[in-house]
């Protein structure tokens, strides 16, 4: 299904335009030289399906904009802009809680706008976007598309009222859920709490589990994101795919990570590059969390994270959370990420970790695999790594097994070895450099493994040179998959993320 192609086919009833500089709300509307004037006409109206709503290019907003009516799957409402290309600025100073607010409408295509909501303190519940379905049921239909979301100062703590860039919801009673929320080339900065994130209350897996559908986070950029970069919640099936980070955890003191589901089955995060996510807690590029089922995370490039690449985690399951159940990492690029590559903590089961290339330099002391506890005795079973390139530069330790216990106080505890988590397999995967507390290996390779350029920030140096001793040396994992570049792979795959073959 392609929106633009649904859009361009369409002939809009009515258009409707807006100009903060030479409209007046006495107007029509209905032509360019009767436009409206404000941000309360446009609130106070009810739109029909196929309308067009029109903002003048490079005017200005100060309030909140709220859409109200629905459009249909033939006929969906279109916010766009005329008469040039520089976005529409919507301002709400902190006085609303949402510069831009879409609650309980259907079939909105908005697109082309500047938002922000900065206000004189920080305040909870302050967001950029935020898409509500309330008592409503399926929520079908609103697509966010290029928007400029900036300067949202909200509340930093990781709470139900955390503040957020683009933010959807589900509230009340009824359960209500969305089908078909698309989220694609936006850009976001200093957004506070987090970037785009959902927040659903209806995923508990024995009461109310009525998760959205058809969820797409495609080609954002997020820059300087105070707390989770992108999150989606309570979704079946979520595509997280061609985003970029730049910068996650900049501001909060509590635990957060760049792109990571929770409460969600089946998501496929791919094709992003996350990187600049700061401090230990968790500061990993991505993450696997729990009430999760089935989440693979491929063809990601994540780089210079302080907390790691990966966490993997999950408090014991009960009759309302599955745990941390299913999780695929392949075919990844980690170049330089700090403190741990994979941060196991708690009862993951059934993960599985191949052919991925790890990179580790500048004279880091990174722990590869760092299993822990979430709880008393809650310890990861199943943990399966296979075909990939553990490589710690000169100067630089990479820990391949190690365990970490808290004694309490802050105080934590760290030793070789998996702890008490259980069925842990490493098979054919390459080690090279300083590599301490390596596992038994079956067909592991102790070899340089000849990337092009080891060190470099361009993706294609990590490629193997034709003369590698990983060619064709890792174990077939699955029948049909393609390596970091798209490339088929046939027989035995090479080990790493990059196919030497054609």
């Keep these: 299904f392609s929106c633009s192609e649904n859009i361009s086919s369409q002939k809009a009833e009515r258009v409707f335009y807006v100009d903060?500089?030479?409209?007046?709300?006495?107007?029509?509307?209905?032509?360019?030289?009767?436009?409206?004037?404000?941000?309360?006409?446009?609130?106070?109206?009810?739109f029909k399906p196929g309308?067009?709503?029109?903002?003048?290019?490079?005017?200005?907003y100060r309030g909140q904009l709220v859409l109200n009516g629905s459009g249909t799957d033939e006929q969906p409402i279109i916010v766009d802009i005329y008469g040039g290309r520089e976005k529409p600025l919507i301002e709400a100073e902190g006085n609303f809680p949402e510069a831009l607010l879409l609650k309980n409408v259907e079939y909105w295509e908005v697109q082309n706008l500047e938002l922000t909501n900065f206000g004189p303190y920080r305040e909870e519940s302050r967001w950029g976007v935020r898409v509500l379905a309330e008592d409503y049921g399926e929520m079908n239909h609103i697509g966010l598309r290029n928007l400029y979301v900036h300067d949202v100062?909200?509340?930093?703590?990781?709470?139900y009222e955390e503040g957020c860039g683009i933010y959807?919801?589900?509230?009340?009673?009824k359960p209500s859920w969305f089908n078909g929320l698309y989220i694609e080339n936006c850009h976001l900065t200093r957004t506070d709490r987090n970037g785009i994130c959902g927040m659903h209350i209806f995923t508990k897996r024995a009461e109310n589990w009525n998760p959205s559908l058809n969820v797409v986070i495609r080609g954002n950029l997020l820059v300087d994101i105070g707390g989770d970069a992108i999150k989606p919640w309570g979704c079946d099936g979520a595509l997280v795919e061609y985003n970029i980070v730049r910068g996650a955890r900049t501001r909060c003191d509590d635990y957060a990570a760049g792109i990571w589901p929770w409460s969600c089955d089946n998501t496929l995060i791919q094709y992003n590059e996350v990187s600049g996510v700061k401090g230990f807690k968790d500061g990993q590029g991505f993450d696997s969390d729990y009430n999760c089922r089935n989440t693979i995370f491929q063809y990601n490039y994540s780089h210079d994270n302080e907390g790691?690449?990966?966490?993997?985690?999950?408090?014991?399951p009960d009759e309302n959370n599955v745990g941390c159940v299913g999780t695929i990492i392949r075919y990844n690029l980690?170049?330089?990420?700090?403190?741990r590559t994979f941060d196991i903590g708690g009862g993951a089961k059934d993960t599985y970790i191949y052919n991925n290339t790890i990179y580790v330099g500048n004279s880091m002391d990174v722990k590869l695999a760092n299993y822990g506890t979430w709880g008393e005795d809650n310890w990861s079973d199943g943990m399966y790594f296979y075909n990939n390139i553990f490589y710690a530069d000169e100067g630089a330790t990479l820990r391949v097994v190690e365990r970490t216990e808290s004694l309490g106080d802050g105080r934590r505890d760290s030793a070789p070895g998996f702890?008490?988590?259980?069925?842990?397999?490493?098979?054919?995967?390459?080690?090279f450099g300083k590599v301490l507390n390596v596992p038994d290996d079956p067909d592991g390779i102790y070899k340089d493994p000849m990337l092009l350029k080891p060190g470099s920030y361009d993706i294609m140096d990590y490629r193997l040179d034709p003369n590698s001793p990983c060619i064709d040396a890792g174990n077939i994992i699955i029948d049909k998959i393609n390596d970091y570049f798209g490339r088929q792979v046939t027989g035995n795959p090479d080990i790493g993320a990059m196919e030497v073959k054609q």
């Design 334 to 339: 980690s170049v330089n990420d700090h403190t």
């Design 20 to 46: 903060a500089d030479t409209g007046d709300d006495s107007n029509s509307g209905l032509s360019q030289e009767s436009p409206w004037g404000s941000l309360e006409k446009i609130n106070s109206f009810v």
């Design 153 to 159: 100062n909200g509340w930093l703590k990781k709470s």
């Design 308 to 316: 790691g690449f990966m966490l993997i985690c999950t408090p014991k």
């Design 51 to 60: 309308d067009k709503l029109l903002f003048k290019a490079g005017t200005r």
């Design 419 to 431: 702890g008490k988590s259980t069925n842990n397999v490493f098979k054919a995967n390459a080690y």
């Design 168 to 173: 959807w919801e589900t509230a009340g009673s």
